[in-house]
Antibody
């Protein structure tokens, strides 16, 4: 069974970086698909943030392009999100997901940006 | 970016009703739309992909249709376990974009 699990700090200070990990079991991230980060804001708007493909290429939402980086550790079957210079507007629940149609999702991690 | 206009934002239904949610894209998305169900505190669950293909485990009371810019998602015979929020996602173009969501409540 394919499972994704996000982890990382639940509280980040403004102007700092947000770093999250997505651990994948049941499927090797280099075997196929792209691997996305998606967030859901308070008020329920959802935003696709970007992906890293099975080959290691990345694609980011232009709204975040200057602040986001998605990387991976293939030895651990994990991929990572780094979002720089966060503000309170980055407060959201962050999800990792598989594929263009996002068929499998993690449970999500709530991140609050606050001093 | 492709804008996905989802309506209605909320919906009140009785058990056994049929309900329909629509998503209109700002341009043709070539049927690359998925529908998700989300319950509080849970991850979104994909129900339908590529407009009308039911994902394994999705009950047959769920259905999807559409083409071009206009798509719909229906639940026939609403059950209590269907009370949740529903979202559409277009994955034809990058950046992928979501509809604003529909909250389904019991009347």
């Amino acid at each position: 069974e394919i499972q994704l699990q996000e982890s990382g700090p639940g509280l980040v200070k403004p102007s700092q970086s947000l770093s999250l990990t997505c651990s994948v079991t049941g499927y090797t991230i280099t075997s196929g698909y792209d691997w996305s980060w998606i967030r859901k804001f308070p008020g329920n708007k959802m935003e696709w943030m970007g992906y890293i493909s099975y080959s290691g290429s990345t694609n980011y939402n232009p709204s975040l392009k200057s602040r986001i980086s998605i990387t991976r550790d293939t030895s651990k079957n994990q991929f990572f999100l780094q979002l720089n210079s966060v503000t309170t507007e980055d407060t959201a629940t962050y999800y990792c997901a598989r594929g263009g149609g996002s068929d499998y999702w993690g449970q999500g991690v709530m991140v609050t940006v606050s001093s | 970016d492709i804008q996905m206009t989802q309506s209605p934002p909320s919906l009140s239904a009785s058990l056994g009703d049929k309900v329909t949610i629509t998503c209109q894209a700002s341009q043709n998305i070539n049927k690359y739309i998925a529908w998700y169900q989300q319950k509080p505190g849970k991850a979104p669950r994909q129900l339908i992909r590529y407009t009308s293909t039911l994902v394994s485990g999705t009950p047959s009371r769920f259905s999807g249709s559409g083409s071009g810019r206009d798509y719909s998602f229906s639940i026939s015979n609403v059950e209590s376990e269907d009370i949740a929020s529903y979202y559409c996602l277009q994955y034809d173009n990058l950046p992928r974009t979501f509809g604003g969501g529909t909250k389904l409540e019991l009347k």
